[in-house]
């Protein structure tokens, strides 16, 4: 659309033809198409569009990566399971205003249109929209300020209001004094509210009876057994202590690595995540157990047993598809995400300097793994300061 006569010509298409091709782009894309001209803003405008496009954004899966160049060239880069390419989100032109040390800032969340950010030397959480352009300081939680080491991504969740609403609501939890507490920020009233859990003893619901669909908190991830809260994703119930263990593991004769490992110190990497967890098991590429160097030998996905009590494994990647991703790596890292059913899920590991992605989504329903192509991406040069999947964005 650089041509100017080829966006006139364009535009003088009859409109339902126009939003039924631009209903096929990718959010970001359908934005970019209101500076063109009038006529199509006006179409990407339009009340029925609108409807359209968000109806079918809210089901997309993002993926998003927040990097750091020299001279405050802040960038989240994003791409969806729909799209071939990645996006470019300038961050740093929404931040500036707000806050000058953006080098130091940290990617924790993300959900809808909201972003969340931390700040390390200042110890406080920035909320930023980026479909309305405005950014929102968080006033400190009951545990006062918290630089960057002291969010665990399985720890936390970020949940968007609905289209339309520019609110949300932050969740995270932390063992305090030996008791697992919830804290809740909501954007609305601008407070902050605690909750002690309660134990679980027996009546947590299996899922098929669930009115309210659940959000899960990692606060412990150990070899063996976690501490996992069970929260009502409307508020309704406390939130319920549930102590899942892990029998899978066989003897291990290297270190257990939870969400980040090097290669020369795991043989078993655990990523928790929305009351899933994967295991990433790996073999040495050589006999010589001094080398740093490992293999990735399987995945599995594993969940939480009816009762809450058991990690159970519920699926493994096939031997076809481990062949295709399997690789030599020097450091691991991954996170996972579930959403209606499906449970996206992203390892990173760096071999000899150069970073390499892996987004593999397992479908419940279908007990079927898909392994999503990613494009290109150069990272030379720059400083990676966090990952997260997303739920899709909206145009309100």
Same mark, same amino acid.
């Given at each position: !659309? =650089?041509?100017?006569?080829?966006?006139?010509?364009?535009?003088?298409?009859?409109?339902?033809?126009?939003?039924?091709?631009?209903?096929? +782009?990718?959010?970001?894309?359908?934005?970019?198409?209101?500076?063109?001209?009038?006529?199509?803003?006006?179409?990407?405008?339009d009340?029925?569009?609108?409807?359209?496009?968000?109806?079918q954004?809210?089901?997309?899966?993002?993926?998003?990566?927040y990097?750091k160049?020299?001279?405050?060239?802040?960038?989240?880069?994003?791409?969806? /399971?729909?799209? /071939?390419?990645w @996006?470019?989100?300038?961050?740093?032109?929404? +931040?500036?205003?707000?806050?000058?040390?953006?080098?130091? +800032?940290?990617?924790?969340?993300?959900?809808?249109?909201? *972003?969340? @950010?931390?700040?390390?030397?200042?110890?406080?959480?920035?909320?930023? $929209?980026?479909?309305?352009?405005?950014?929102?300081?968080?006033?400190?939680?009951?545990?006062?300020?918290?630089?960057?080491?002291?969010?665990?991504r399985?720890?936390?969740?970020?949940?968007?209001?609905?289209?339309?609403? /520019?609110?949300?609501?932050?969740?995270?939890?932390?063992?305090?004094?030996?008791?697992?507490?919830?804290?809740?920020?909501?954007?609305?009233d $601008? #407070?902050?509210?605690?909750?002690?859990?309660?134990?679980?003893?027996?009546?947590? &619901?299996?899922?098929?009876?669930?009115?309210?669909?659940?959000?899960?908190?990692?606060?412990?991830?150990?070899?063996?057994?976690?501490?996992?809260?069970?929260?009502?994703?409307?508020? #309704?119930?406390k939130?319920?202590?549930?102590?899942?263990? @892990?029998?899978?593991?066989?003897?291990?004769?290297?270190?257990?690595?939870?969400? @980040?490992?090097?290669?020369?110190?795991?043989?078993?990497?655990?990523?928790?995540? =929305?009351?899933?967890?994967?295991i990433?098991?790996?073999?040495?590429?050589?006999?010589?157990? #001094?080398?740093k160097e490992?293999?990735?030998?399987?995945?599995?996905?594993?969940g +939480?047993? &009816?009762?809450g009590?058991?990690?159970?494994?519920?699926?493994?990647?096939?031997?076809?598809?481990?062949?295709?991703? #399997?690789?030599?790596?020097?450091v691991?890292?991954?996170?996972?995400e579930?959403?209606?059913?499906?449970?996206?899920?992203?390892? !990173?590991?760096?071999?000899?300097?150069?970073?390499?992605?892996?987004?593999?989504?397992?479908?419940?329903?279908r =007990?079927?793994?898909?392994?999503?192509?990613?494009?290109? *991406?150069d990272?030379?040069?720059?400083?990676?300061?966090?990952?997260?999947?997303?739920?899709?964005?909206?145009?309100?």
């Open positions: !659309m =650089d041509n100017p006569r080829l966006a006139v010509g364009f535009s003088c298409l009859p409109s339902e033809l126009l939003q039924s091709i631009f209903l096929r +782009l990718a959010l970001p894309e359908i934005v970019r198409l209101k500076s063109i001209n009038k006529s199509i803003a006006s179409i990407v405008s009340r029925d569009f609108v409807r359209d496009c968000n109806y954004s809210v089901s997309a899966d993002w993926l998003f990566i990097s160049g020299w001279r405050r060239d802040s960038v989240l880069h994003g791409i969806t /399971d729909r799209s /071939d390419c @996006f470019k989100i300038p961050i740093a032109g929404f +931040l500036t205003p707000v806050i000058r040390d953006i080098e130091d +800032l940290y990617f924790l969340a993300a959900s809808g249109n909201f *972003f969340l @950010f931390v700040s390390n030397t200042r110890k406080e959480l920035l909320s930023v $929209n980026i479909l309305r352009k405005t950014v929102k300081k968080i006033p400190p939680s009951p545990l006062g300020p918290r630089g960057t080491s002291s969010w665990r399985s720890g936390m969740k970020l949940v968007a209001g609905p289209p339309g609403s /520019d609110s949300f609501r932050f969740l995270f939890a932390e063992l305090v004094e030996n008791r697992p507490i919830l804290y809740e920020y909501n954007s609305e $601008n #407070k902050w509210q605690s909750t002690e859990a309660d134990e679980n003893h027996g009546d947590f &619901p299996p899922a098929i009876e669930r009115a309210d669909p659940l959000i899960f908190l990692n606060v412990v991830n150990g070899m063996n057994e976690s501490v996992v809260l069970a929260i009502g994703s409307h508020g #309704k119930n939130p319920m202590i549930l102590q899942p263990r @892990f029998s899978g593991g066989g003897i291990e004769e290297r270190p257990v690595a939870v969400g @980040f490992g090097w290669g020369n110190g795991i043989s078993r990497l655990q990523v928790y995540g =929305d009351g899933y967890m994967m990433v098991r790996s073999n040495n590429v050589d006999d010589d157990r #001094k080398t490992k293999e990735l030998k399987g995945v599995e996905m594993w +939480l047993s &009816p009762n009590k058991l990690w159970e494994c519920i699926s493994k990647l096939s031997k076809e598809k481990m062949g295709q991703i #399997k690789r030599a790596y020097e691991i890292m991954g996170c996972v579930e959403r209606n059913g499906t449970i996206n899920a992203l390892l !990173m590991s760096n071999y000899k300097g150069l970073w390499h992605m892996i987004w593999l989504s397992y479908n419940m329903g =007990d079927n793994w898909t392994l999503l192509p990613l494009p290109y *991406f990272m030379k040069g720059l400083n990676m300061a966090g990952i997260t999947f997303s739920s899709g964005l909206t145009l309100v």
